[in-house]
């Protein structure tokens, strides 16, 4: 049966989340990096990035696609799961909001799957992917709002105030 989920804001770390998933803003590699991805893959160990070899020797071997989502185990995380997503890039002309809206949608169907009922998103595609940060609150939101899920609870777990101020203007607006 679902329903919207409740949406949660966290200032803080989202490798500290005791939730059943996890996140990452990935690159399409999905073999680590910098940011987000570079801090699940250091806190949740080697388990995380032996998994993402596995899917990129199988189905995934040239990369993630943009807007679409994996999951793997959540290593030495809190969380049962990470779900891997890449989020596009935004550059001087803009960037395509379908592809970052995409990617909260595909993260809570792989979440549904896996009878996820708490999901952490980061705030994805604002750090070195560059979407404006207000512009991509509104996209995650609307999302999560609109997303056909089983998900309980959405919290969405920003780093700074900047994107907890960006995230809060958007959830108390709409």
């Known amino acids: 049966m679902s329903t919207r989920p409740e949406i949660v804001l966290v200032r803080g770390d ?5 939730t ?4 990452n ?4 590699s999905l073999l680590g990096g910098g940011g987000v991805d570079g801090a699940i893959h250091r806190k949740g160990g080697p388990a995380i990035l032996a998994a993402c070899r596995e899917l990129r020797a199988g189905h995934y071997g040239r ?57 952490a998103f980061p705030a994805v595609s604002t750090g070195a992917y560059g979407w404006p940060m207000g512009d991509a609150a509104r996209i995650a939101v ?4 609109h997303a056909n899920t089983d998900v309980e ?3 969405f777990v920003l780093f700074d105030e900047e994107a907890y101020r960006a995230f809060a203007e958007r959830i108390h607006s709409s």
């Open 63 to 119: 990369g993630l696609p943009t807007g679409q989502a994996v999951a793997t185990t959540a290593g030495n995380l809190a969380a049962r799961w990470v779900v891997h997503t890449v989020g596009p890039v935004y550059q001087g002309a803009g960037g395509d909001p379908s592809l970052l809206a995409s990617c909260y949608r595909e993260a809570l169907k792989v979440a549904d799957g896996l009878g996820a009922r708490t999901v």
């Open 20 to 23: 059943d998933v996890i996140v």
């Open 153 to 155: 609870e959405v919290r």
């Open 14 to 18: 989202i490798t500290e989340q005791d």
């Open 25 to 28: 803003a990935a690159n399409s």
């Open 142 to 145: 609307e999302a999560v709002r």
